[in-house]
């Protein structure tokens, strides 16, 4: 088999990639409109077409499930891939002038061949903190949208001309109602739903009463570190937060390593 234009591909459809039963990639032939991700080996993103025929042992996964079977390394790969892709769907026309953009040939920008402006992929900065009150206590919630029974940390997007600590102090005042002090900058992450980087921050309990706002939070609590309940899942940051607080541990790793 002639393997010089094989390409390991992440082939999406919407949210779901596609894997064998062992969450490798697939090996395939290179097509015109790929989108190229690394070069040796190379690697390339494709949107999954209708009709399209699905190798066999493959099948349309989750990206998320991945966060659990993957390296760090690896799902931010993908993660990367996903948000590529996303940028090019829904930026094919120009956005100052509205014409047909085109992608350029050797960076990630889709430029306007008629007024010359150039859309690049862009992040969303979001801050997620942990806030301590003593040393034993953290401070979780509960989500409106969550229909099941798991907490999380506080969260929310960075605003026009808002440092991040003015982030972490704005959305826990607004969501928990809640002053802060001591914030800390711990680690990031790409979170690919849609396009965020998500920005970890530790920070301890100042003053006030937990007092949620309705629309996004149904619960707020202080719990003890030993009576903790339903956390997110390993593999998100919000889970390697918390278990910082609790063991010590690295929200980031220093080293990356492939499988
Ligand atoms: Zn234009």
Redesign the pocket.
Known sequence: MDTDNLSIAYIFQQQQLLVDANFNLPCLKLQEHDLHIQADPQVIARDFQEGEPIPNGYQFIPIRQLLQYWTKPQFEQASRAFQLLEWRRNHQ???????K?QQHKTEYSMT??????SQYPRVNPCVITIIRRGENEILLAKSARNTGQMYSLVAGFVEVGETLEDAVRRETLEEVGLHIKNIQYLASQPWPFPSNLMLAFKAEYEAGEIEIQEKELSDAQFFKLDQLPEIPFKGSIAHAMIMHVIHGTPVADDTKQWL
């Open positions: 026309f120009c956005s100052r002038c509205g014409h953009t306007c061949p008629v007024c010359n402006f």
